[in-house]
């Protein structure tokens, strides 16, 4: 029937003489634009440059969680070598024991979430390299935030509880501050595994094209300064001068992320390429 063969001509796509037939099986996401030449499925994400300016933010936090627990709190409870001095203050401030804390894990919760943005951020650049410095990031950061755990302890060691009447008041004190170094040197073992994953994104930025150089070179350089601390000895001999390169490629890189962010034009682009390449 001509009628028959009229419908089935109308619902077969014409497809001119000679056309390459390629499988959508092999077509990846980044090879569908949308209007304005993006990637589809990038257009219902954020940006990179506001990837890039949260991931900054987060970042600050991080930083400045961690001095204002640590410094500011912590550090002022705190007499090294001497427990009975150190029970006291925290026994006489256990708010800022607590607050500290509070602030410790706002500081683990900011640097989890800015592992899980710069892999984001970074993953065009190298899949696998992104992944490797996120997992490390989330390593250290994991470690870290069960080390906290361990400056928490002393309030419970020290609260008086009946089931600790086993111990005298000497023994309860040693306890506590045992509990405190425990805390520095689980800080100590997570520091390197945070090292090594800002070495991996800071060479990523090295390799990048939609980040100055520069800001790899920074990074890379304090990244290399915390691994030390898998020898503790050499990281509390070096932790100023480590310290003071770190704090100073983070501010660079803090500030430029917050007022330049990313080139996206490059960040698509090197995205595109990645997504078509067999070896990425």
């Known amino acids: 029937m001509t009628i028959s063969k009229t419908t089935d001509a109308r619902l077969m796509p014409h497809k001119p003489q000679g056309e390459n037939m390629t499988s959508t099986a092999t077509v990846l996401p980044y090879d569908r634009t949308a ?3 993006k990637p589809s499925h990038l257009v219902r994400e954020m940006s990179p440059k506001t990837k890039a300016r949260v991931a900054a933010v987060l970042f600050l936090a991080t930083i400045v969680g961690g001095v204002v627990a640590q410094a500011a709190i912590a550090d002022n409870l705190i007499v090294t070598g001497d427990a009975t001095a150190t029970a006291s203050n ?5 708010s800022l024991v607590r607050i500290a804390f509070m602030i410790f894990m706002i500081e683990m919760a900011c640097q989890t979430a800015m592992t899980g943005m710069f892999y984001d951020l970074m993953m065009p650049v190298d899949r696998s390299l992104a992944r490797a410095a996120a997992a490390f990031g989330y390593t250290g950061s994991g470690i870290k935030a069960m080390a906290r ?9 020290l609260g008086g509880a009946s089931y600790l ?3 005298d008041a000497k023994q309860l004190e040693a306890i506590a501050y045992l509990m405190i170094r425990l805390n520095t040197v689980g800080t100590q073992v997570a520091v390197p595994f945070l ?11 090295l390799r990048s094209t939609f980040l100055p150089r520069f800001l790899g070179i920074i990074g890379m350089s304090g990244g290399a300064g915390w691994v030390m601390f898998w020898y503790p000895p050499l990281g509390s001999k070096m ?3 480590i310290a003071f390169t770190a704090l100073f490629g983070c501010a660079v890189t803090i500030g430029w992320l917050l007022v330049r962010g990313v080139d996206e034009n490059k960040w698509h682009a090197m995205a595109a390429h990645t997504s078509r390449s067999i070896w990425r």
């Open 90 to 94: 925290i026994l006489a401030n256990q």
């Open 195 to 205: 090292g090594i994953g800002t070495i991996i994104t800071s060479y990523l930025m």
């Open 239 to 241: 932790f100023l001068p």
């Open 165 to 167: 009447s086993v111990f």
């Open 149 to 157: 755990l361990f400056f928490y302890a002393p309030l419970f060691v």
């Open 35 to 37: 209007g304005d030449g």
